[in-house]
């Protein structure tokens, strides 16, 4: 799996769904980047699906966290709903775990 898609779905009344799906990496994240910032701009709940993500870098992480704290900042909130286990494990390598917000 190569590249990214992000495939975005409205979840009235108050939160956007983001999918994810291929590799979340230095190349790919300005991408992703811009998407969740749209979202949080509208001042939406973002709830993220990664469970299709292939790979995630550093990169990934670095922006998973800012996201995270971009989302807190505007009001709207970034909840990691669907992560598979290669984000778990980089994410927690990175010990980026406690900056996000995970789905139950």
Do not use: Q
Not at 21 to 46: H, I, K, N, Q
Not at 53 to 58: I, M, Q, R, T
């Amino acid at each position: 799996m190569t590249g990214l898609d992000v495939r975005v779905v409205e979840r009235p009344p108050d939160a956007v769904l983001i999918e994810v799906s291929g590799e979340l990496d230095l190349l790919t994240v300005p991408e992703f980047a811009a998407c969740v910032d749209r979202v949080v701009a509208r001042r939406r709940r973002v709830v993220l699906d990664l469970d299709k993500v292939g790979f995630c870098g550093a990169a990934g992480v670095r922006e998973l966290v800012r996201a995270s704290a971009a989302a807190r900042e505007a009001g709207a909130g970034l909840l990691v709903a669907g992560a598979s286990p290669v984000v778990h494990r980089v994410v927690d390598l990175c010990g980026a775990a406690a900056a996000l917000t995970w789905a139950e």
